[in-house]
Nanobody
Framework: VQLQASGGGLVQAGGSLRLSCAVS????????MGWFRQTPGKEREFVAG????????YYADSVKGRFTISRDNAKNMVYLQMDRLKPEDTAVYYC???????????????????WGQGTLVTVSS
C-alpha cells in the first residue's frame, strides 16, 4: 500500500484547508485509515480516523467540531477537511492506513502499517 498526501500550505487563523490522501497498491475493504500530525520535538499524535468499511469517524478532542475526515473508497482517497484553523494546528500531517486494522487501535500509531510522506500545514496568527 502506498499513500500520497497533499493539500498542505499556509493559511491564516480561522481559515480552511483540505488535505487529500491517495491510496494505491493493494486494495482493502476493511481496516483503519487516519490522519496524524507531528511538530518538532513532539510525538506524532492522532488527529482523525475512519473505518474503511462503515465509515465511522473518530477525532482527537483538540479538533472535534473543526475537522472532518471522509473517504471515497471508489477513488481510493481519504480527505481531511480542516476548518477554523488555529496556530496550534501547525504541523506536518501524515495519512496512514492499516488493512484489517482493529477499531481499538485506530487512535494509536500501532493501528497503522502504512504511512504517507507528510504534508506541512502552517497556520499564521
Amino acid at each position: 500500500v502506498q499513500l500520497q498526501a497533499s493539500g498542505g500550505g499556509l493559511v491564516q487563523a480561522g481559515g480552511s484547508l483540505r488535505l487529500s490522501c491517495a491510496v494505491s497498491g493493494r486494495t482493502f475493504s476493511n481496516g483503519n485509515m487516519g490522519w496524524f500530525r507531528q511538530t518538532p520535538g513532539k510525538e506524532r499524535e492522532f488527529v482523525a480516523g475512519i473505518r474503511r468499511n462503515g465509515g465511522h469517524t473518530y477525532y482527537a478532542d483538540s479538533v472535534k467540531g473543526r475537522f472532518t475526515i471522509s473517504r471515497d473508497n471508489a477513488k481510493n482517497m481519504v480527505y481531511l477537511q480542516m476548518d477554523r484553523l488555529k496556530p496550534e494546528d501547525t504541523a506536518v500531517y501524515y495519512c496512514a492506513a492499516k488493512p484489517g486494522g482493529i477499531l481499538s487501535a485506530l487512535r494509536t500509531r500501532d493501528g497503522y502499517d502504512y504511512w504517507g510522506q507528510g504534508t506541512l500545514v502552517t497556520v499564521s496568527s
